[in-house]
């Protein structure tokens, strides 16, 4: 597999930044890949909240009891000498070490002029600890401390669920980080040592017992099997792997032993590359995340501007300080953009989480969010559609005196040093027919219509139909390509002397990702270099809407930008590597097959496998995604909309009032609504 270092490139700069709040920052440690990413700073913050928790509902018990308005509603009287100095006494600890992480964060937001939640939270509770401080020492007025206790209980509650929510949608990502083995078995001059999985270099040998996981991208040695890598591509059905075959670090192993050459150090393998991937992406920003984070800043202004306005009102209009007081503090703490700030991150976590489960590697949110505008999709037939494995249907000699075995020959010593897959069709054919393949000098290729190379002293060409007609060779009399036949002509010193032609058969579950494609409305359109029979043959199988054949690697640009002038959203798939120019044109760029070449660095999705099937799921997946976002938009910002008239007391005189603790409890409830709603996100495979 050849791996390059991923480096977000120009237009997909990532905007690494923090999840909503300060709590949820990441730590990641030098070049290692993230594999704690959501590992240990999380668990351990998780234990913090828990443990405040804890000790403050213990606390808050005698706070309530003591309260002179709890004990007036219940009609007792518990007051004795000192009474008020314990329920200071008990409130200072609720309020320094239960509200200590807001406390912090509204210190943070202050200094880094970013306000959100923590502002909003610290504001609330130190203004309704100070005045009730002041009526312990004197100022006339009832005390607020049993509701400065259940604020702070209800927000330590809130977040330890939150947190364990966003644990829970990074999961995923440490469901990945946990298919890589700790332990290798590495073999050494037929002794088997056990070794640390990190300890592995290039070239070192290891064995692979049958059920185990592979600890390493490396290539077989010796052995087969059948090894199973839907973790890691989404593929179902084990893949059988026989000696050269690339295997993948993570994958399980099916009854085979075998014993593989370590092709990539830990930190390189295909599956540490996922892992930051998905790290990368989950902390890049989209639109739509911007919104949010816009929205949840002017939800703080407006909070805290409403909370003001509140007291003011009624203040002024003849309350007592504490009524006024305890409005403000219920509409800062209801208003609390908490949910709007979560609506989204914990989307972004679980789709991408989720989708390189699936084999669909998002490395620009941008373009995954775009994926539901999507009008056209272009695609590269070869291996996307078609199986791309072109097998030699038939030789044909057509100067006397040359076999099929001297054709296929010839064509192989140029073929050999080509990675086209009619090359692989034709080299196949050499080994099967037992040729020695003779070396060629001076090789070069003719863009987009064949190879040339000097053979024994001899100048051999192998080209496509377009270079006969434009030299205005004459095409033999019996030539007659069928209509799924690719075919290319042996010429030497310019005579024809035969041609061969390959077939590429359709994958089986082309026709099923094209009709789904139609459903949706989106129209598929070929995109071929092939020509025009073979391009008409399979867009008309396929029922596509239609196809753009014999188009050289240079002119596909051109192509997306025609359909792009005629107001189409561009979806193009290939191989990522003669096809980065128009990728990176294509509104979405989405690399296909190259599952082992992660930088597939124009395209701003990869798809592991080539399976057209991935490319609708990746689709329907992105819509699905974004309707997530919008519907936690709607409920967090709707739900503000409602509360917030309430806590300002607008329906007072009705007797409806919220107190600063249900306010509290309400805001955690939002939050909890937009955290199951993002966890119920899943990946559709039609």
């Given at each position: 597999?050849?791996?390059?270092?991923?480096?977000?490139?120009?237009?997909?700069?990532?905007?690494?930044?923090?999840?909503?709040?300060?709590?949820?920052?990441?730590?990641?440690?030098?070049?290692?890949?993230?594999?704690?990413?959501?590992?240990?700073?999380?668990h351990?913050?998780?234990?913090?909240?828990r443990?405040?928790?804890?000790?403050?509902?213990?606390?808050?018990?005698?706070?309530?009891?003591?309260?002179?308005?709890?004990?007036?509603?219940?009609?007792?009287?518990?007051?004795?000498?000192?009474?008020?100095?314990i329920?200071?006494?008990?409130?200072?600890?609720?309020?320094?070490?239960?509200?200590?992480?807001?406390?912090?964060?509204?210190?943070?937001?202050?200094?880094?002029?970013?306000?959100?939640?923590?502002?909003?939270?610290?504001?609330?509770?130190?203004?309704?600890?100070?005045?009730?401080?002041?009526?312990?020492?004197?100022?006339q007025?009832?005390?607020?401390?049993?509701?400065?206790?259940?604020?702070?209980?209800?927000?330590l509650?809130?977040?330890w669920?939150?947190?364990?929510?966003?644990?829970?949608?990074?999961n995923?990502?440490?469901?990945?980080?946990?298919?890589?083995?700790?332990?290798?078995?590495?073999?050494?001059?037929?002794?088997?040592?056990?070794?640390?999985?990190?300890?592995?270099?290039?070239?070192?040998?290891?064995?692979?017992?049958?059920?185990?996981?592979?600890?390493?991208?490396?290539?077989?040695?010796?052995?087969?099997?059948?090894?199973?890598?839907?973790?890691?591509?989404?593929?179902?059905?084990?893949?059988?792997?026989?000696?050269?075959?690339?295997?993948?670090?993570?994958?399980i192993?099916?009854n085979?032993?075998?014993?593989?050459t370590?092709?990539?150090?830990?930190?390189?393998?295909?599956?540490?590359?996922?892992?930051?991937?998905?790290?990368?992406?989950?902390?890049?920003?989209?639109?739509?995340?911007?919104?949010?984070?816009?929205?949840?800043?002017?939800?703080?202004?407006?909070?805290?501007?409403?909370?003001?306005?509140?007291?003011?009102?009624w203040?002024?209009?003849?309350?007592?300080?504490?009524?006024?007081?305890?409005?403000?503090?219920?509409?800062?703490?209801?208003?609390?953009?908490?949910?709007?700030?979560?609506?989204?991150?914990?989307?972004?976590?679980?789709?991408?989480?989720?989708?390189?489960?699936?084999?669909?590697?998002?490395?620009?949110?941008?373009?995954?969010?775009?994926?539901?505008?999507?009008?056209?999709?272009?695609?590269?037939?070869?291996?996307?559609?078609?199986?791309?494995?072109?097998?030699?249907?038939?030789?044909?000699?057509?100067?006397?005196?040359?076999?099929?075995?001297?054709?296929?020959?010839?064509?192989?010593?140029?073929?050999?040093?080509?990675?086209?897959?009619?090359?692989?069709?034709?080299?196949?054919?050499?080994?099967?027919?037992?040729?020695?393949?003779?070396?060629?000098?001076?090789?070069?290729?003719?863009?987009?219509?064949?190879?040339?190379?000097?053979?024994?002293?001899k100048?051999?060409l192998?080209?496509s139909?377009?270079?006969?007609?434009?030299?205005?060779?004459?095409?033999?009399?019996?030539?007659?390509?069928?209509?799924?036949?690719?075919?290319?002509?042996?010429?030497v010193?310019?005579?024809?002397?035969g041609?061969?032609?390959?077939?590429?058969?359709?994958?089986?579950?082309?026709?099923?990702?094209?009709?789904?494609?139609?459903?949706?409305n989106?129209?598929?359109?070929?995109?071929?270099?092939?020509?025009?029979?073979?391009?008409a043959?399979?867009?008309?199988?396929?029922?596509?809407?239609?196809?753009l054949?014999?188009?050289?690697?240079?002119?596909?640009?051109?192509?997306?930008?025609?359909?792009?002038?005629?107001?189409?959203?561009?979806a193009?798939?290939?191989?990522?590597?003669?096809?980065?120019?128009?990728?990176?044109?294509?509104?979405?760029?989405?690399a296909?097959?190259?599952?082992?070449?992660?930088?597939?660095?124009?395209?701003?999705?990869?798809?592991?496998?080539?399976?057209?099937?991935?490319?609708?799921?990746?689709?329907?997946?992105?819509?699905?995604?974004?309707?997530k976002?919008?519907?936690?938009?709607?409920?967090?910002t709707?739900?503000?909309?409602?509360?917030?008239?309430?806590?300002?007391?607008?329906?007072?005189?009705?007797?409806?009032?919220?107190s600063?603790?249900?306010?509290?409890?309400?805001?955690?409830i939002?939050?909890?609504?937009?955290?199951?709603?993002?966890?119920?996100?899943?990946?559709?495979?039609?």
């Amino acid at each position: 597999m050849d791996m390059e270092k991923h480096e977000p490139s120009k237009h997909e700069e990532m905007d690494h930044s923090k999840m909503n709040h300060d709590s949820h920052d990441a730590k990641h440690h030098g070049d290692n890949p993230p594999m704690d990413m959501a590992g240990h700073d999380h668990h351990a913050m998780i234990a913090d909240f828990r443990k405040r928790f804890y000790i403050v509902a213990v606390l808050t018990i005698p706070i309530v009891l003591l309260s002179t308005m709890i004990q007036q509603f219940i009609g007792v009287d518990w007051q004795f000498p000192g009474s008020s100095y314990i329920l200071f006494g008990l409130s200072t600890i609720v309020f320094f070490y239960g509200g200590f992480p807001f406390l912090k964060g509204f210190v943070n937001e202050i200094k880094t002029k970013s306000p959100g939640m923590m502002i909003l939270i610290g504001f609330a509770i130190t203004v309704a600890y100070t005045y009730s401080v002041a009526i312990v020492f004197g100022l006339q007025g009832m005390d607020f401390f049993w509701e400065l206790a259940t604020l702070i209980l209800i927000m330590l509650l809130g977040h330890w669920i939150e947190m364990k929510s966003i644990a829970g949608a990074s999961n995923e990502l440490e469901l990945l980080v946990q298919l890589m083995p700790s332990d290798a078995h590495m073999v050494m001059a037929d002794i088997v040592h056990d070794v640390k999985t990190d300890t592995l270099k290039v070239n070192d040998i290891i064995l692979v017992k049958p059920g185990e996981k592979v600890a390493a991208d490396g290539i077989i040695l010796e052995g087969e099997s059948y090894l199973n890598e839907s973790m890691l591509t989404g593929e179902s059905t084990p893949v059988k792997k026989i000696k050269g075959d690339k295997v993948i670090a993570g994958s399980i192993n099916g009854n085979g032993s075998i014993k593989v050459t370590v092709s990539h150090v830990s930190k390189d393998s295909y599956l540490s590359q996922v892992v930051k991937l998905v790290d990368d992406a989950q902390k890049s920003k989209s639109k739509t995340q911007l919104l949010a984070d816009t929205a949840a800043k002017w939800l703080t202004i407006i909070a805290l501007t409403s909370g003001i306005a509140t007291f003011l009102y009624w203040y002024l209009t003849g309350q007592d300080l504490a009524f006024a007081m305890e409005r403000m503090v219920t509409v800062i703490v209801i208003c609390c953009p908490h949910a709007l700030g979560l609506a989204v991150p914990l989307v972004v976590a679980k789709s991408t989480a989720l989708s390189a489960k699936h084999g669909l590697l998002i490395k620009n949110r941008t373009a995954f969010e775009d994926s539901r505008k999507i009008t056209t999709i272009v695609f590269d037939k070869t291996g996307t559609l078609t199986v791309g494995k072109f097998e030699v249907s038939k030789i044909v000699s057509v100067k006397s005196g040359i076999d099929e075995k001297e054709i296929i020959r010839l064509a192989s010593a140029l073929e050999q040093k080509s990675e086209h897959p009619i090359a692989t069709g034709i080299l196949q054919k050499a080994k099967a027919l037992s040729i020695t393949i003779p070396e060629t000098q001076n090789f070069k290729a003719i863009t987009g219509k064949g190879i040339e190379a000097t053979v024994e002293g001899k100048k051999v060409l192998v080209v496509s139909p377009g270079y006969l007609k434009e030299n205005n060779i004459t095409v033999p009399q019996d030539y007659k390509g069928s209509d799924t036949e690719t075919v290319v002509f042996v010429l030497v010193e310019n005579e024809l002397i035969g041609y061969i032609a390959l077939s590429d058969e359709i994958r089986p579950e082309s026709a099923g990702a094209i009709k789904t494609l139609k459903e949706n409305n989106i129209k598929s359109i070929l995109l071929t270099g092939d020509n025009k029979k073979v391009a008409a043959s399979v867009s008309n199988t396929l029922g596509m809407d239609s196809y753009l054949a014999e188009v050289l690697p240079d002119q596909k640009l051109e192509k997306i930008k025609e359909l792009q002038s005629q107001g189409e959203f561009v979806a193009m798939t290939g191989d990522g590597v003669n096809d980065a120019p128009a990728l990176a044109i294509a509104n979405v760029g989405i690399a296909v097959g190259s599952g082992s070449d992660i930088a597939a660095e124009t395209a701003g999705i990869v798809l592991v496998n080539s399976n057209p099937k991935d490319i609708v799921s990746l689709i329907l997946f992105g819509k699905a995604t974004h309707r997530k976002m919008i519907q936690n938009l709607i409920w967090a910002t709707g739900y503000n909309v409602v509360a917030l008239p309430l806590a300002a007391g607008v329906l007072y005189n009705q007797g409806i009032l919220l107190s600063p603790a249900i306010g509290a409890a309400l805001m955690t409830i939002s939050t909890i609504v937009v955290a199951i709603n993002a966890s119920m996100l899943k990946v559709k495979s039609n």
